[in-house]
C-alpha cells in the first residue's frame, strides 16, 4: 500500500512569489494534515481536514497561507506572497477517523 | 493546552547498547494517546510507538518499550540493543482521542539520537 505523497520535496523560490504544495493521502484515509516544521523544532499543526471539511485551521495564517481539499482526497497548500520566515519543512499527514497519523516524506521549502 | 517537553536535546550511545529518551507532558485530561516518532535524515516522520493512557500495561514493539507513569506524566522511551539505523530524531508527541474534537499531534521539540559504531 503506498504511503503519503508529498511534491515537491524540495522547493526553492524568492520572497514574494507563490508556492504551493502538493499531498495525496493513504488511500481511504479521510483525516489530512498539515503540519509546519521549523529547524530543530516539532511539527505544528497548520490545518486538519475531516473528509473536505477543513476542521481546524485556527493556526493557519489566513492573510497568505490557503489549503484546499476539494474531493476529500488530495490537497493543496499554497503561500501567496511567501516571505523569507516561511523556510520551512511542510509535512502532509493522514490517518483513519483520526487514530494514527501516517506522515509523508515532507517538502523543504527555502526562500530567498 | 497541552505542552510536550524533551529536555534531552542531544545523546549518544555506543551501538548495542540501550538508550532512554525522556518526555514529561503536561495536560487536565484523562484520556489520551501518546506517541514516539523517529524522523532519521529523510525527514520521514516514522510512528515507532504508541501507549493509550487507559491502559496501565506499557506498549512494548521488539527494541522499542516505553515507561508510561500517568500520575507523574511522564513517557520514556527505551531502545535495546541499539542500531545505527536507529540514529535519527526522535518526538514525542501527544493527542486527543479520535472524536474528542482535537485530534492533532502536539509534539516537544526532539531528541537527536546518535549509535556510534
Known amino acids: 500500500e503506498a504511503g503519503v505523497v508529498q511534491s515537491p520535496r524540495y522547493k526553492i523560490i524568492e520572497k514574494k512569489q507563490p508556492v504551493a504544495f502538493w499531498c495525496n493521502p493513504i488511500s481511504g484515509h479521510n483525516t ?7 529547524l530543530g523544532q516539532g511539527p505544528e499543526l497548520l490545518i486538519r481536514y475531516e473528509n473536505e471539511e477543513a476542521v481546524d485551521d485556527s493556526q493557519l495564517p489566513k492573510d497568505r497561507f490557503s489549503a484546499e481539499r476539494l474531493k476529500g482526497v488530495d490537497s493543496t497548500l499554497k503561500i501567496q ?7 520551512a519543512v511542510y509535512l502532509c499527514a493522514s490517518s483513519l477517523a483520526g487514530n494514527e497519523q501516517y506522515f509523508g516524506p515532507g517538502t523543504r521549502l527555502t526562500v530567498t | 493546552a497541552q505542552t510536550v517537553t524533551q529536555s534531552q536535546p542531544e545523546m549518544s550511545v555506543q551501538e548495542a547498547e540501550t538508550v ?5 507532558y503536561d495536560t487536565s485530561e484523562n484520556n489520551y494517546y501518546l506517541f514516539w516518532y523517529k524522523q532519521p535524515p529523510s525527514r520521514q516522520m516514522i510512528l515507532v510507538i504508541r501507549q493509550e493512557a487507559y491502559k496501565q500495561q506499557n506498549a512494548t514493539e521488539n527494541r522499542f518499550s516505553v515507561n508510561f507513569q500517568k500520575a507523574a506524566k511522564s513517557f520514556s522511551l527505551k531502545i535495546s540493543d541499539s542500531q545505527l539505523g536507529d540514529t535519527a530524531m526522535y518526538f514525542c508527541a501527544f493527542m486527543n482521542p479520535p472524536n474528542f474534537g482535537n485530534e492533532k499531534l502536539t509534539f516537544g521539540t526532539g531528541t537527536r ?3 556510534i559504531p
Open chain 1, 81 to 87: 506572497p511567501a516571505e523569507l520566515g516561511d523556510s
Open chain 2, 20 to 24: 532512554t529518551l525522556s518526555c514529561t
Open chain 1, 32 to 38: 489530512l494534515y498539515w503540519y509546519l516544521q521549523n
Open chain 2, 113 to 115: 539520537l546518535t549509535i
